[in-house]
T-cell receptor, first 114, second 112 residues
Framework: DARVTQTPRHKVTEMGQEVTMRCQPILGHNTVFWYRQTMMQGLELLAYFRNRAPLDDSGMPKDRFSAEMPDATLATLKIQPSEPRDSAVYFC????????????FGSGTRLTVV | GNSVTQMEGPVTLSEEAFLTINCTYTATGYPSLFWYVQYPGEGLQLLLKATKADDKGSNKGFEATYRKETTSFHLEKGSVQVSDSAVYFCALTQNTGNQFYFGTGTSLTVIP
């Protein structure tokens, strides 16, 4: 089965450090989402791209978060500087077309900022 | 606007019990509806979907029917197993391929 690959699976970092999370969407998928999951807030949409162009990043704190797709096989989510409240599981999801078939999620990056 | 409301958890059932997890939605237009399942330590997996009114999505013994008149998409399973223990998310998307709107998730624990 085709998979969305996220790296790293786990990341522990100190407050103030830069964190980069990577996502390899399924080949041929043209839509990529970044979600954050916490116990308190549930699933929050941070940003999404179609054909590598950002369509909506209104869910992202702009002062410290940035999301890019340098090419069709790689999406990145960067936090600089990181803060303890950024501790969460970050999921990438990809899909094609209009989403009628749903989107495929990666296994997530569990980020802990101490 | 678009939103999804699903029943609060956690839900605890005995093996072979009947499961219902309620989901209602608010949407402009005609959304597609989904149930996703998240097992511990994993990402969300698509469980089933329905793209128009009166459609029934089904997979692995789970079913949900798209009810436009009640704006609902309740998840059901006739006989749950321990392996069904997970968090279940109801979601919708407008058929323009934009973002998904997820419910808050319902945790299900099935005990032997």
């Amino acid at each position: 089965d085709a998979r969305v690959t996220q790296t790293p699976r786990h990341k522990v970092t100190e407050m103030g450090q830069e964190v980069t999370m990577r996502c390899q969407p399924i080949l041929g998928h043209n839509t990529v989402f970044w979600y954050r999951q916490t116990m308190m807030q549930g699933l929050e949409l941070l940003a999404y791209f179609r054909n590598r162009a950002p369509l909506d990043d209104s869910g992202m704190p702009k002062d410290r978060f940035s999301a890019e797709m340098p090419d069709a096989t790689l999406a990145t989510l960067k936090i600089q500087p990181s803060e303890p409240r950024d501790s969460a599981v970050y999921f990438c999801a990809s899909g094609s077309g209009t989403g009628w078939n749903g989107y495929t999620f990666g296994s997530g990056t569990r980020l802990t900022v101490v | 606007g678009n939103s999804v409301t699903q029943m609060e958890g956690p839900v605890t059932l005995s093996e072979e019990a009947f499961l219902t997890i309620n989901c209602t939605y608010t949407a402009t237009g005609y959304p597609s509806l989904f149930w996703y399942v998240q097992y511990p330590g994993e990402g969300l997996q698509l469980l089933l979907k329905a793209t128009k009114a009166d459609d029934k999505g089904s997979n692995k013994g789970f079913e949900a029917t798209y009810r436009k008149e009640t704006t609902s998409f309740h998840l059901e399973k006739g006989s749950v197993q321990v392996s069904d223990s997970a968090v279940y998310f109801c979601a919708l998307t407008q058929n323009t391929g934009n973002q998904f709107y997820f419910g808050t998730g319902t945790s299900l624990t099935v005990i032997p």
